[in-house]
């Protein structure tokens, strides 16, 4: 009976640190990204070792402001593994965030990352949304230097509150993170949500629901 004890915890300690395993740890000094492959795996495949350069292991570019002339005032310039090959199987990615004057990254989730984000310049409100039942508002104000976490999975923006543009650079821990931007995937799924259960989840009309779809 001892003996059976031990061996279920063994299995439930495996199991569990298994399913805790966003994305395993490599078994190989690295497997840069091979763009050409077609084979389809869950990432890239690896690119021949003895092919691989430094080149693979570098990106440049983030000390260029990105374009902020959108609805948002906003934009995101990525360094995942499509921009960084070095960067496959790795579990990790950055990006540069850049803020027009009053620029939003609007409410969003990282299904697979925890994000953690530095203030390089301007003044920031963010903040995150807790999972149901208690979806607690969690808001902060951060300064130049200043460093903020957004828990894997949970709603969560940034908003410069300064008359100046304002830039971020945020590490995130997985190589493709994803992104749900939480209007667009409402109000803009394609084919469209059925407005009525729209109108029936937000406890709005109907014809709100399609002046909010129009948008999208």
Not at 117 to 139: A, C, D, K, W, Y
Request: glycine content about 8%; overall charge neutral; proline content about 8%.
């Amino acid at each position: 009976m001892g003996n059976q004890l031990i061996l279920f915890s063994l299995l439930a300690l495996t199991f569990g640190c298994l399913a805790l395993a966003y994305e395993p740890k490599p078994l190989q000094d690295f497997c840069v990204a091979d763009p050409n492959s077609s084979v389809k795996v869950n990432g890239v495949t690896c690119k021949n070792p003895m092919q691989v350069q430094a080149q693979d292991f570098f990106f440049s570019g983030l000390h260029l402001r990105g374009n902020t002339s959108n609805p948002q005032g906003s934009r995101v310039t990525p360094v995942f593994a499509t921009q960084l090959p070095g960067l496959n199987t790795l579990g990790i990615s950055m990006v540069r965030i850049d803020y027009a004057p009053w620029g939003l990254n609007p409410p969003h989730t990282h299904p697979r990352a925890t994000e953690i984000l530095t203030v390089l310049e301007g003044s920031l409100q963010v903040g995150f949304v807790t999972s149901n039942p208690e979806n607690r508002f969690i808001t902060k104000v951060l300064q130049k230097g200043d460093v903020f976490v957004f828990p894997v999975g949970l709603v969560h923006f940034q908003r410069n509150i300064g008359n100046g543009y304002a830039v971020v650079i945020a590490a995130l821990s997985s190589q493709n993170p994803g992104a749900i931007t939480i209007a667009n995937s409402v109000f803009g799924a394609n084919p469209p949500i059925p407005r009525e259960i729209l109108a029936k989840a937000f406890q709005v009309e109907a014809s709100m629901v399609d002046q909010l779809q129009a948008k999208f």
